[in-house]
């Protein structure tokens, strides 16, 4: 397995490599990630390129049996090039300047920019493209979208409309451009939605988001290209992070032949939130994934840096293990004394010696020895899928909405931790993509739903799914338009009503709803619905609709389709939902469970590989029902096993 | 009466007309609003006009007996405007570019802008000059102020201000140019207050104000003199929204013939804080008003857009024909799919079908053509007029104050209250204006006081008037220099007193003050008087000035004058204090009255009309001492009669 | 002794002067200030000069026995110099102009503008040079540091950072300018710090902060040289004011010749914030000092400006004077009513006539004349010393730091707060002053320690010295580069620890400790520290690292080092430790005290001046064990005094 850090030999004297491979191996490294921001080194000036220092770097961990994630150093552009071409930066809706003195300055659809970053990357890979020891490469660093307003973007953006929309009059009609007289008679006339004395067009706002979020899947594209080109026989990656809002994370994955990510999760995100990233990084290429930035030590970025406590960082690794990470790169190897990072720390510590991380995680590297082999085949099966929508996501971004209190994260993660809680594996899938194998597709504020996602949503229900939405879902057509069907849009057949109005509460007090009896608060919105087809499930017990439909299900082919037309409910609720549905749609495996245990599986076609982790301060109990071998001690496991506190056993069922 | 809705038929296909038309009838319209943001329309392509297809639509409208006002499109401008000329825009104080991509991105001062405005402008209205369906026009949409800093805009400003102060001399010694050494020596020294260091010059700050208040003004008159050119027979007028605070709206109304206004109350605001805003409407132009935007469901710009409660918007338009409205357009017709209101909805639902809000003001049409005959004569008589200082306000709003916890508005409805709770109708009236008439007037916080200001309110007092004032009152001349006759400036005489000094607690914790033997505690500023001629009403209970008046009456000939040197109070003393002097002052009818009930009159010669509002959840009982006729039903009232819950009686005096 | 008033005379008629002389002359004035905001009456037109008003003035005043403290007017450029040249104007870091119109709007690097303030200062001085009633020239008003980031500033920071680094390699290297590829091969790539899109190099922060401080010294030098040249018998200063965290006032103090000060405490700041920057202003350069605008009514700037109670006034005098002011001047003469300070008040009214504050002042006035031939040679003599450093202030001003929660000031104030309680009087230092004389240094928060700055406190210590330090302290370099050796960097020796890592809780919620049997809660951060040669002096109770040391005391030479690892404490744990730590090291003289009193002293060879000060709201008593004489009676005094409410006793032992 990959295992390793992320290694910056360019920050310490070149004598220092030999220590640090020493110590590497004596870890357990199979792996370290490099070149992320070494511009200014391999070309100190204009054309003159220094890779020698480099290769000498990789060769020797590669003769120490470590080989290099490689990246491009795009993410920073040398000082002399900035002073060359001071007009490369980035201009935001204000209008002002992005300056160069830390990273991400620079446009991605800047001609001269592109054309200097082509030529680093392509000598950069030319340089290396027969070097065994480079394992993968990393695109850049953190990709991200800045909704840049220079003239080469307005220039890039209207070509990119035409491409969408054509002409001028399909753009105009199919968003309403007429609104506040912003029709426009030729392509030149369209600018980048920029500050304004009141509210932007909700259909500018969109279409310029997924511009921002096409303009970086190009550039990423770009340098792709010349990876495949000149070394075809390594991986491509770029380290994704963060939320996944920005950016259409699913379109960016296309461009790459493996996803990865940096984690970093604060205290009370190490476990619900986690996951879900986790699971969505798996998903963007329904494949195992790189693990970049594993946190392991304190980070450098949050306003309060907290320390990764004794343990922390070898559990964290197992759950990203767990949730499909074949590879495993901490962030990051020595700890950091200048620069914006200065205070981030890592394995060891700023005189290079070993700190405490270092003992724990040499630990995790020869338990992922033992475990690898029985693991490489295996991944996450889920029979769970959530329905990621960036469009949904940038249509509830626009500067008018309902209401600003809803949040499509927030939304999600009130389903997914029910899930969560029962160790029940979720993939995530983009709208359109083949879900046939999932027995439970659940679509939380769903919004943009074009005729061919209701379609795609149809068919799959048809076939005898169960897809779940929540209100908002349907609202808005492909170009953030609300839809002329009520307030369900293309969904009305699918779910079997109608949605006739939105009541939104000034004060965040909304209405109450009772369901099997029992009574739930919501706090936020309630969709009026009328019933078609559907059955009612929940009913408002308040207000003047007092008595109509808060949760709906309609019968649709050999399926079922629900609605949830309120938000928020206490977890109660969401618990009681959905017990009631995966009761019918999911198998769930009962040979090893636990009380407050998170427990997951890997599998392959002859192995199940189940991580019963521990997060809690005090020992659990896991209960196996059927004879395990655990892989950690080798030992068979059978019937009530502790699993001490902050800890982990991972089981093997036997084939 | 004039009732019906805001239509945008250009948002739809052209075949709807007629069944918007058929359904319009039914509910029993006179009217519609059309044509704001239209511009790309009319004038699809620069010089060439496209009036007929709206001439189509605003005669079949007018075939039905619905009649039309018409908007001038002029605050969006088109598209290929903004390409040609991209110097147009706005330019804010620290020097962003307001953007167009929304509505109200253009300089009033740029002269190309202002010369292509009045082109449409003319070229509609001399289309339209002879269509008898027209009605009124609206100039623009919701004019505004905004602090423009182009180059244009600071010739204007010299240029204005050379009008003001004639002298360079004059302006550096009224306003006290010298200190900070900001006297000029030319009048192209003289520059727009942006973004400093430090704080801004008052006087600066002030005249600034004025500046773009009148370049608001002189836009519109601009507008106002092509139609009344063109169209000598229709009226003219430019509906007002907001808290009227940024703009001068007494001298706006100068230059129309009606005043209209947009109304979107909050939950909380449907009350009180409404009326305030109906009553200034009214007092504008002191008569009846048109309302253009009346609420009737969700809005679209707020944080949390509401909705309107089933028999709120019948609620809502008696209370705006209560204070004066004449003529009711509901906003909007059809409920929006596109551009930034996209999510307000109107009368019917976005596929064009009513819904509950069309039922419940189709009955509302109905009713009200059974009053108009009886109404249409009359208005609101008021004995008691607020003083409403835009100067004042503008004060208020400079850098630097003796406590930023005080707000013009906040302190008028304090008073305020009062009246709307006792059912007494009030007037608002601009310095200088014809106050003989009212018995009672109350100047709230009326910072500036001229030496022609004062005067003005001796003669009111001299002649037997009630003159209320509270602190800070005075505090400013006509300059936004401060006194030099101590804290109450000009109005010495009047109040018989000498303000100190004025004391501002920094924890918000204020001296408690008694009167008539009451304890009432005060919260922000306490003003530190001593009495000449005036008494002491209430006295201060703590602190080095304890003892001290804290309210004060000066008989002024045959006059009273009153002065309240503190803030704020709870409710109780605006009560109490407000209690004694109304009684002695205004002459209020008793023959109808009830607990808790929101009643309104409206007069002629010969009628009285009595609206009788039950804004609450539960019936309410009023008390009618001498028979009326209920309007709505027919039938001759006597006696306790109930007011069912949100709605209400509209009764009629016997002649 | 100097004592007086700030004075406008410009503000007001010509004819006002004699009358306020003969208020000045009665109310025992021997000083004014003046000139500060005249340029546009020195200099009306370009090289125009008009001084002969001035001069009338100033020998007027000087006639009546009133001196002049003359400001230099360039605070405030007239606007013609801002029409000619528009280009003289700040540039914040987005890009944004500060414009004119209010004080402090032109770069000190502009060539154009510095000229032209050279000039008029050239000018002023020469006029003035022989005239005798000039007392002290004070340059420029309250100067303070803007991050400009002109064109200019950009070009004197590359000169200013070449001179610090010589060459770019040094530069690279010392500050790791590597990390995000930041490195430069020539002087003209290096740009200042701006507006970025991640966060900004922390080594490039503290530069620039440096040059911004050497901009301000060199430009206060640039004015204080010509004073000297020209009027080498008048002593030159300028006022200080603010928490002094933008600007190295040490170095600043170096190019004056006395240091002065403007002070406005908040209600709540009176006592203890009020000493810690009485105690800065004597420390910068170890003397006595002016006080330039000694508050004595309502201030003009503030969100709430309160009223100065009576007695207040008279009472901040004492305090000053207790804490070394040797020269009054009150802010201000007569009640401004024109400009940004409109609101702030004086001891005359606006109309001229002696108000409530002129009374109490008068009286002060008189006292002072009393005091002064005992006081004149007196000073406060300190045992204790607090290391204030600029340096890590502005480290902890780097974007991202191991928590936002912590505040240099705050953590000194924590320390100070004791010594303010028990009277015990505190000098501030630089890094490298001479500190032998003291008994105890304190180092909150000294983040940075060079190696020079090490061995200065070792050499202290180990001559028999107390050292204390707090968390942080060493944790960066000269760079402001996180130090190699551990966290405790340079203080390793000294402190006999090292500190391993660092936790901060995101909740803030953070470890107890234990010290001497007794429980303290931090909330902040814990630094995690091992002894080398310390003794634990108390120990955490919790977490992975409970029973670690929490403060360490470490026997160093003859003396002790204490350091403190965690933030922060209640004020309980400063009172325990620190009593400890005083009743070894500190002798205090026990002959005047009293239970809620600010007893502070100043001293000579000859005399003692004991300052006895309730600030309280009742009488106090004051324990006298050896006989004084009561300074403002005459009286001798013994045992138990009583001291009357917001009321002073000052004694004088005798010799």
Redesign the interface.
């Known amino acids: 397995m990959y295992i390793g850090a992320c290694y910056y030999p360019?920050?310490w004297e070149e004598e220092r490599l030999e220590i640090d491979i020493k110590l590497m191996k004596e870890a357990g490294f199979t792996v370290v990630r490099m070149g992320d921001?070494?511009?200014?080194?391999l070309e100190?000036?204009e054309g003159e390129y220094r890779f020698e220092w480099l290769e000498k770097i990789i060769n020797k961990l590669g003769e120490n049996g470590i080989r290099t994630v490689l990246c491009t150093?795009t993410?920073?552009?040398?000082?002399?090039l900035?002073?060359k071409y001071p007009d490369m930066l980035?201009v935001d809706p204000?209008?002002?300047?992005?300056?160069?003195?830390?990273?991400?300055?620079c446009c991605f659809n800047n001609p001269v920019f592109r054309e200097y970053a082509e030529k680093i990357v392509y000598q950069l890979v030319r340089y290396f493209q027969n070097n065994p020891n480079i394992v993968l490469y990393q695109i850049d660093n953190e990709l991200g979208v800045?909704p840049c307003c220079c003239d080469h973007c307005t220039g890039k953006y209207r070509e990119w409309m035409k491409a969408r929309y054509q002409t001028v009059e399909n753009y105009n009609k199919e968003?309403?451009?007429?609104?506040?007289?912003?029709?426009?008679?030729?392509w030149?006339?369209?600018?980048i939605?920029?500050?304004?004395?009141?509210?932007?067009?909700?259909?500018?706002v969109l279409n310029f988001k997924r511009f921002c979020s096409d303009t970086v899947i190009d550039y990423c594209k770009m340098q792709a290209d010349i990876i495949k080109k000149w070394a075809p026989h390594v991986e491509v990656t770029t380290n994704m992070f963060g939320s996944f809002t920005n950016q259409n994370h699913f379109e960016l994955a296309d461009v790459l032949d493996v996803a990865s990510f940096d984690i970093y999760p604060?205290?009370?995100e190490a476990v619900v939130y986690a996951s879900s990233r986790l699971d969505l990084v798996r998903s963007f290429k329904k494949k195992n994934f790189w693990m970049l930035e594993q946190q392991c030590s304190?980070a450098?970025?949050?306003?309060?840096?907290?320390?990764v406590?004794?343990g922390e960082a070898r559990m964290m690794t197992y759950k990203s293990i767990a949730h499909g990470a074949d590879a495993i790169v901490y962030f990051r190897w020595r700890?950091?004394?200048?620069?914006?990072?200065?205070?981030g720390?890592g394995m060891l510590?700023?005189?290079g010696s070993p700190?405490r991380t270092y003992e724990e995680l040499s630990r995790t590297c020869r338990e992922t020895e033992i475990l690898w082999p029985l693991l490489k085949d295996t991944t996450v099966n889920a029979q769970v899928a959530f329905v990621f929508s960036n469009d949904s996501i940038w249509s509830m971004q626009s500067?008018?909405?309902?209401?600003?209190?809803l949040n499509y994260l927030d939304e999600m993660i009130r389903y997914y931790k029910f899930f969560e809680n029962r160790n029940i594996a979720v993939d995530f899938v983009a709208p359109g993509e083949d879900i046939s194998k999932y027995k439970l597709v659940i679509a939380p504020m769903l919004t943009i739903v074009t005729k061919e996602i209701a379609q795609w949503l149809e068919a799959y229900t048809d076939q005898g799914g169960c897809f779940m939405a929540s209100y908002l879902s349907g609202f808005y057509d492909g170009?953030n338009?609300?839809?002329?069907?009520?307030y369900q849009g293309e969904l009305r057949n699918l779910l079997g009503i109608k949605v006739?109005?939105?009541?939104?509460?000034?004060?965040g007090k909304q209405n109450d709803m009772s369901m099997d009896g029992k009574q739930y608060g919501s706090d936020v919105v309630n969709m009026i619905v009328e019933t078609e087809n559907a059955k009612m499930v929940a009913a408002y017990e308040h207000n003047?609709y007092k008595g109509t439909p808060a949760v709906t299900v309609n019968q649709y082919g050999k399926g079922e389709a629900y609605y949830v037309a309120a938000a928020s409910f206490g977890e109660d609720f969401y618990e009681d939902l959905l017990s009631k549905v995966v009761h019918q749609y999911v198998e769930t495996d009962e040979a090893v469970r636990g009380e407050g245990l998170n427990i997951m599986e890997r599998t392959s076609k002859e192995h199940k590989i189940i991580f019963v982790m521990n997060h809690d301060d005090r020992e659990k109990t896991v209960d196996i029902k059927v004879r395990h071998q655990n892989l950690l001690t080798g030992d068979e496991v059978i019937g009530k096993v502790p699993v001490p506190a902050k800890d982990l056993l991972i089981l093997a069922s036997r084939p």
């Open positions: 360019e920050h921001y070494i511009w200014s080194r100190p000036w150093p993410d920073a552009a040398p000082m002399w900035h002073k980035l204000q209008g002002h300047k992005i300056y160069p003195g830390a990273r991400t300055a800045f968003c309403g451009m007429i609104f506040w007289s912003q029709e426009i008679s030729e030149d006339e369209l600018s939605p920029r500050k304004t004395r009141k509210a932007l067009h909700p259909s500018a604060k205290a009370d304190q450098a970025f949050r306003a309060d840096n907290r320390a406590l004794p700890t950091c004394r200048f620069g914006a990072e200065q205070i720390a510590r700023q005189d700190n500067d008018k909405k309902i209401t600003k209190k170009h338009v609300v839809t002329e069907n009520y006739l109005e939105w009541c939104v509460a000034e004060d003047f």
